[in-house]
């Protein structure tokens, strides 16, 4: 569902452990390879790196080449980062390995019909997603909340049980959901709901189009400049950076 993480590249890489000799499970991220740290404090490991790099040790481990519950992300600055699923790192002795069981769990429910899950569209993940079709398709069939932009999992959960589609929504009142200044959904104001409700109109319109909400002045210049950066993150190298002024201006 939405929230899928950055492309990854899964690595093996081979390692010694007193005498046995297996693979750890490495990925290459395009973020940072730890949370929440800064120069004088840890950073944490990330939840959901750790759970794909959990799943590919899983996986070595069922193989008969893992040679520990353990693995590392070369994160954005080119570091690796080590990541110990066996680390006990709350209180009540969470580790990584017991998150992972829990969506291992979680997948297995949903692969056996014993969960259901309902699609949220999400504008920056969902393009991006191999299931992208075939959750736009269940997604517009349901005619789903959620292809509102800014209308989340959150706020539609919110809103399911009195507004259950853009349709509806769009032929509600918004003030009929509105008491004592606040709206009847948690965590969504008055201007929220009011800016929803005209974006399901505009939806559902048969020729809805863009309009200004105030005047907007866009002042002619006598230089325009336009520019196109191209960078691999990875290698921290520029690859191309063009401006160029106005066409127009034979600048
Ligand atoms: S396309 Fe479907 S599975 Fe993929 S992120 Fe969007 S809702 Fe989730």
Known sequence: MAGASPPATCLAIPTCCGRRTGYIAGDIKSGAGEEGGS???????????AVQLALYTDILERLGR?????????DIHGEEVPYDFMAIYTKNARRLWDDYQECLDHAR???????????????GTCKNCVWYTACIKRLEAANDLTLIPELGRSKRDAMIGRIGSVRELAEVAPADFI????????????????KLHARAKL???????????APVSLPAADVELFFDIEVD????????????GAPERGE
């Open 203 to 213: 939806l559902t319109a048969e020729n809805g189009k863009p309009y200004l909400r």
């Open 39 to 49: 120069d004088e404090g840890e950073g944490r490991s990330k939840k959901h790196y």
């Open 179 to 194: 008491v004592g200044g606040k709206t009847v959904f948690a965590g969504i104001g008055t201007a929220t709901l009011e």
């Open 109 to 123: 429910a949903i692969a056996g019909r014993a969960t259901e899950t309902v699609p949220t569209s999400s504008a």
């Open 233 to 244: 993150p990875m290698r921290d190298v520029l690859l191309s950076a063009r401006a160029r």
């Open 66 to 74: 893992s040679v520990g519950r353990r693995g590392f992300v070369w």
